[in-house]
């Protein structure tokens, strides 16, 4: 019993009380959102801003579920518990946003790397 309490202590010290390096890597990022400050933040940006911005942006209201980084993370890890830097989105805008933010990094990639898209292929 000694033993296995002092796997988890092994694994909380090394894994959990690193401080994250790299904001690109996922499960240093996921580390971040199971901590208490985030999810304490989360709480308290839904219960400021429960209607997703978006929409009543749109004319409608509808529940925000979500709390998004404005300036995502990987850009400014910095701004991760700035209050103004979120906002709240219901799960459609959010992933809207998400999916926008993704296509936008693959085109930038492209770019950098000078590949074009494929339009025709040669026969
Ligand atoms: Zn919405």
Redesign the pocket.
Known sequence: MLKFKSMWLFLYINIYMKPITDWTDDTQRHRFYNSKAWKDLRTLQLSNEPL?????R?G?Y?Q?VDVDHIIDIVVDPLLRLEISNLQS??????SQKTYKSVQSKIEESREKRKIKPVTKWKT
């Open positions: 997703c911005r978006t929409c009543m749109n409608t509808k925000a989105l219901c799960r459609n805008c959010h």
